[in-house]
């Protein structure tokens, strides 16, 4: 029991951004710097997922720019995979799979849909949401993906909040992201500028693990990119780390 505890605690460190709570404030709140990142059509980020100091699971997040007919605002593919590797792969094997259309508008992401695959060991969830309509009930909704890379269109200051409602198996979330406070981090003799966020988790329950969550704390490159360089957060089985392993190949 206890592995399988080690494991879904990797699933859900993975997706920090996905799986939140924020208080809502008006989607106008994000529409300040963050172009840069989709300055190109494409971007891939490749991450390992550490449960003391082993690598159990690999994660890749990217997205390309795909035109729509008859659409004049920008249209990106978001898409990432989660896999156990190594011990983790033998007593817990892990294929999941999320992906999302959707819109970048004014600086804003509207999602079209949403879907996913998840394939663990003695589970198995898929799900394919159409967000049209929700968006007319609930304007600014996201999804774990869209919610990723509208944290990222930000431009953060020291103490500011937000709230972002994320819908998860059916059911919406408002998710609190925080910035706290902005320092150098070294990785491997490489020192980054940061901001470091903190995310407010307690109030989710993603059914699939009665893992608890707590102290959520991303480190997001002090720049245009805002790219998640790292991540760290305490468990019921001990702190987890979430490390963007091409980190050095983006920022060139």
């Known amino acids: 029991m206890k592995k399988k505890k080690i494991f879904f605690a990797l699933i859900v460190c993975m997706l920090f951004f996905l799986y939140g709570n924020f208080e809502l404030k008006s989607p106008a709140s994000f529409a300040s710097g963050g172009e840069e990142i989709f300055s190109k059509d494409t971007e ?31 249209s990106y593919f978001f898409q990432s995979q989660l896999k156990t590797v190594g011990l983790a792969d033998i007593f817990f094997r892990i294929r999941n799979e999320y992906s999302t259309l959707a819109i970048l508008d004014s600086k804003e992401i509207l999602p079209i849909w949403w879907e996913v695959k998840q394939q663990e060991k003695n589970y198995k ?19 774990p993906l869209s919610a990723l890379f509208l944290i990222r269109l930000k431009k953060w200051e020291v103490s500011e909040s937000v709230i972002v409602p994320v819908l998860v198996q059916k059911k919406i979330y408002p998710i609190k992201v925080q910035a706290v406070s902005k320092e150098p981090l070294k990785i491997y003799g490489k020192t980054f500028d940061t901001i470091v966020i903190d995310v407010a988790t307690q109030d989710v329950t993603l059914g699939i693990s009665s893992t608890k969550i707590s102290d959520i704390k991303i480190w997001l490159t002090d720049d245009e990119r805002k790219l998640p360089i790292l991540m760290k957060a305490n468990t019921a089985v001990g702190p987890i780390t979430v490390l963007l392993d091409n980190r050095e190949e983006l920022l060139e």
Do not use: C, H, M
Request: no cysteine; net charge negative.
């Open 125 to 143: 969830y898929e799900e394919k949401t159409d967000f049209v309509e929700l968006l007319a009930k609930e304007p600014g909704l996201q999804n």
């Open 44 to 74: 891939k980020l490749e991450f390992s997922l550490r449960w003391n100091g082993i690598i159990g699971g690999k994660s890749t997040i990217d997205f390309e720019k795909i035109p729509l007919p008859d659409l004049e605002q920008k």
